[in-house]
């Protein structure tokens, strides 16, 4: 009996990349998941709004600082806070720290601050929303409506999931 070794099999045809395609996340899960998401964001917002009510407050009542300046250096300061709290508490599963993250992040939050410098302009000034419990109403006001924009911001540009950026690089 002989054996033919230099005969081969025929080859089956496979396809050249096998492509993943993830099973579609339930709706409850995704709700739950941006629930989670809202919270924590809120925990260091919260965080952040408690600095920056303190800073302004002592800048502004304590030692007499200008409107404007107190409210520009208590948000810059609640800025510097609320990048360790969202890098290492509220996005630390998302992809790690980079040039560009760090980037986007405090030209996102100087927008943030221009904008509730601006409405809080607004309602000082245009409004005679001043004195001890009129400006904080103008300072709470003005955080309320640039938080909306951080967070829509970071969620989706600056704390970025891996899978996002890796397609975005393509």
Known sequence: MT???SEQR????RPAAET??????PAFARVRRLAVEVAKFGVVGGSGVAVNFLV???????VSWAPMTATVMASVVAMG????????????????????QIALFF???????MMESLLFYIGYHGLDMNGSLGSNAA???SIVLASAFRFLVYRTWVFQ??????AGAR
Do not use: M, W
């Not at 025929?10 to 045809?13: I, R, S, T």
């Not at 993943?20 to 996340?25: C, G, H, K, L, R």
């Not at 030209?107 to 943030?112: A, E, L, M």
């Open 3 to 5: 054996v033919n070794l």
């Open 10 to 13: 025929p080859k089956v045809a």
């Open 20 to 25: 993943v395609v993830p099973a579609p996340v």
């Open 56 to 62: 302004f407050n002592l800048l502004l009542h304590g």
């Open 81 to 100: 806070t609320n990048y360790l709290g969202f890098r290492f508490f509220a996005y630390r599963d998302r992809s790690s720290r980079t040039r560009q």
């Open 107 to 113: 030209v996102f939050s100087g927008i943030g601050v």
């Open 139 to 141: 300072k709470a006001l």
């Open 161 to 166: 999931h891996e899978a996002k950026q890796g």
